[in-house]
């Protein structure tokens, strides 16, 4: 596999950047992390769980995972996938990250049913978020994933912690039902508590319609009731953002 080089640049206590020309050399180091995540995982507990998002970033992602030299090099039978976030849709649902992540690529992977545990959310999202809890704290590494896949959108929101929604004060709890009033409709997500535990935060925002929102992530003042994406990492488990350069937008001239 080739070897991806490039240097970290420490934004704050709890933030890292890696910021590539291209979108295509972004979706590479992502996968490039989603690896190293798993050898370091394998190599230490004997198995590896990620939490996927949805959206687009996060699709090509999955494709080029599911391509060599990944498909060969990753032991998919040790692989435990869950979900970082689910709109209130069935597994068949268009809109479904579930739907997603299988036609993205992980449908042609050596991966059995009971490896991947999909967000119910369809149906009572009190009730399916806790289920999803006692799941989590049965299957995970001591309760926490190896590795956290994220996006960003374009109002700062990750997983489906949206700007002024109950679920960004859920401190007690690692998956809530969240309702977004913008969308008019619910979605479950994982919530800061769960998200800031893994070992591996990756966040990938890509593209200049994201660039909005990675700049207030970085600099407006800390507020993550309005930016979500801000309460991301901590400085014992650093968040690690993969930008583009028309996703970085002016934060490669002020860094």
């Not at 080029?64 to 990753?74: G, M, Q, T, V, W």
């Not at 149906?123 to 590494?141: F, H, Q, W």
């Amino acid at each position: 596999m080739r070897d991806i080089k490039t240097s970290f640049r420490i934004f704050d206590s709890k933030r890292k950047l890696v910021i590539l020309p291209t979108a295509k050399e972004s979706v590479e180091f992502a996968a490039h992390q989603f690896m190293a995540a798993y050898e370091k995982a394998i190599k230490d507990h004997g198995f590896f769980s990620v939490a996927l998002s949805g959206g687009s970033t996060p699709k090509a992602i999955y494709r080029l995972l599911a391509s060599d030299p990944y498909r060969e090099a990753i032991d998919w039978k040790k692989v435990l996938i869950f979900f970082s976030d689910e709109r209130a849709v069935p597994p068949d649902h268009p809109e479904s990250n579930y739907r997603m992540a299988l036609e993205s690529g992980f449908s042609f992977l050596p991966i059995e049913e009971d490896q991947i545990f999909r967000m119910k959310a369809e149906g009572s999202m009190e009730v399916e978020a806790k289920a999803y809890e006692e799941i989590m704290d049965e299957r995970l590494y001591k309760g926490k994933f190896d590795l956290m896949m994220l996006g960003l959108g374009e109002d700062a929101h990750t997983a489906s912690l949206f700007p002024k929604t109950h679920a960004l004060n859920a401190r007690e709890r690692k998956v809530v039902g969240n309702f977004v009033p913008k969308l008019n409709a619910w979605r479950m997500s994982l919530t800061f508590s769960c998200i800031n535990e893994a070992r591996e935060i990756l966040i990938v925002a890509l593209g200049k319609s994201k660039a909005r929102a990675v700049e207030a992530v970085f600099f407006a003042p800390y507020d993550p009731n309005n930016y979500p994406a801000q309460g991301i990492g901590t400085p014992e488990n650093n968040s690690l953002w993969v930008l583009d350069y028309e996703s970085a937008g002016n934060l490669r001239n002020q860094i």
